[in-house]
């Protein structure tokens, strides 16, 4: 299987955020909000309800009543 490799700065247009914000969630140096983890998901043709249905990303310090977030309202 052949993929396509996206570039930094259109991978970072792609999902709307800066292309320094990129390096950082990349690097480590700093954590993404959820939506653009689930958008860096789409971007690299993953279905976020995947996750969701396997429970992926619940209790990873995000806020459980975030919008999108797998386990959501889950206490």
């Known amino acids: ?3 396509h490799r996206t570039e930094p700065a259109q991978l970072a247009r792609d999902v709307h955020v800066s292309s320094s914000s990129l390096s950082r969630y990349f690097s480590g140096q700093a954590v993404p909000p959820w939506p653009t983890v ?3 998901g ?4 993953h279905d976020p ?3 969701a249905a396997r429970g992926v990303g619940a209790g ?3 806020a459980p009543d975030q919008p999108g977030c797998p386990g959501a309202g889950a206490q």
């Open 1 to 3: 299987m052949r993929h």
């Open 60 to 62: 990873r310090g995000r």
């Open 49 to 51: 309800q995947d996750d």
């Open 42 to 45: 789409k971007a690299a043709g």
């Open 38 to 40: 689930v958008a860096l």
